[in-house]
């Protein structure tokens, strides 16, 4: 069963950045796409990007400008570079895939000053 491990959160101050990655465990993974999605306290878990095995990416219009999905299909890790962070941008980050597999623990970013 593949696993996604997310891993780069952290605390930063608005106007930061930082770099999510998220690379599988477990068996075998040849995904057409991957997705990242976030969850704010309170709120439900919404979609942030999409990356396709043949590189064609889409941003909910909130993060548009301000983030960069890539992937390394040699080491199947996908990567959210976030740009100019804001303090509704604090969440919970996970990454999926296309076909969805099991979701990981997450990786959390606080922006706060």
């Known amino acids: 069963q593949v696993q996604l491990v997310e891993s780069g959160g952290g605390l930063v101050q608005p106007g930061g950045s930082l770099r999510l990655s998220c690379a599988p465990s477990?068996?075998?993974?040849?995904?057409?796409?991957m997705l990242w999605h976030r969850q704010a306290p309170g709120k439900q878990r919404e979609w942030v990007a999409t990356?396709?095995?043949?590189?064609?990416?889409n941003y909910i219009s909130s993060v548009k400008g301000r983030f960069t999905i890539s992937r390394d299909n040699a080491k199947n890790t996908v990567y959210l570079q976030m740009n100019n962070l804001k303090p509704e941008d604090t969440a919970v980050y996970y990454c999926?895939?296309?076909?969805?597999?099991?979701w990981g623990q997450g990786t959390q970013v606080i922006v706060s000053s």
């Open positions: 999926n895939s296309v076909p969805v597999v099991s």
């Open positions: 990356i396709t095995s043949g590189g064609t990416t």
């Open positions: 477990g068996m075998a993974f040849r995904p057409t796409a």
